[in-house]
């Protein structure tokens, strides 16, 4: 099946840095990839819609200067967490539409990326 | 009234029972519909996927789609110890954003 990589599945950095996630599809091509936040036993918190080639679409709330994405190519998409403070500290994971011949617009996820801030 | 509602659970079951998870929703222009299983502390995995109603089978796994109830159901039989996850159903109107539900917490007793 499809799958979709995501990059560091762990991460910790101090307060005030900025941490950079990468979600790539590895075998199909992905002008949409959404990225989600998930605190512990919660379920997904979609915090914005990545297009390829233009500006993402950010939930309302989601402070799009302090979590900035880029989708520059089919297969890659990143998500950088500028300035984190500790409140930032969370599962992020990314997903990939595949809108390809006999997919039949189905999302994959990613493993995910454990961010703590300290 | 959310979008999608789903019973967290936790549902306990022993080793070999059938299993239905169900989800119903408000927005009649759904009409894919997925399941997903999610392990602590790992990403979503892609379980069963349907477009508009029926029945799909893979496996252990059976996936239903009623469109005039706005009910979805999944079933797992001969449920394994293996199986406890919690348990995403999600769907869409098309190419647009996923809506998911909030996730059923099942754990499957040997």
């Known amino acids: 099946g499809a799958v979709v990589s995501q990059h560091p599945s762990r991460v910790i950095c101090k307060s005030g840095t900025s941490v950079k996630i990468e979600c790539r599809s590895l075998?199909?091509?992905?002008?949409?990839m959404f990225w989600y936040r998930q605190f512990p036993k919660k379920s997904l918190m979609l915090m914005a819609t990545?297009?390829?080639?233009?500006?993402?679409?950010?939930e309302q709330g989601v402070e799009k200067d302090k979590f900035l994405i880029n989708h520059a190519s089919l297969t890659l998409s990143t998500l950088t967490v500028t300035s984190a403070h500790p409140e930032d500290s969370s599962f992020y994971i990314c997903?990939?539409?595949?809108?390809?011949?006999?997919?039949?617009?189905?999302?994959?996820f990613g493993e995910g990326s454990w961010l703590t801030v300290v | 009234q959310k979008e999608v509602e789903q019973d967290p659970g936790p549902l306990s079951v022993p080793e070999g029972a059938i299993v239905s998870l169900n989800c119903t929703y408000s927005n009649s222009a759904f009409q894919y519909f997925m399941w997903y299983r999610q392990y602590s502390r790992k990403g979503p995995e892609l379980l069963m996927y349907t477009y508009s109603s029926g029945n799909k089978e893979d496996g252990r796994f059976t996936a239903q789609v009623d469109k005039s109830s706005k009910y979805i159901s999944l079933f797992i039989r001969d449920s394994q110890p293996s199986d406890s996850a919690t348990y995403l159903c999600a769907m869409s109107e098309g190419y647009q954003k996923v809506t998911f539900g909030t996730g059923t917490k099942l754990q499957v007793i040997p």
């Open positions: 997903s990939a539409r595949d809108t390809g011949s006999g997919s039949g617009n189905t999302i994959y």
């Open positions: 075998d199909f091509q992905a002008t949409t």
């Open positions: 990545s297009n390829e080639g233009s500006k993402a679409t950010y």
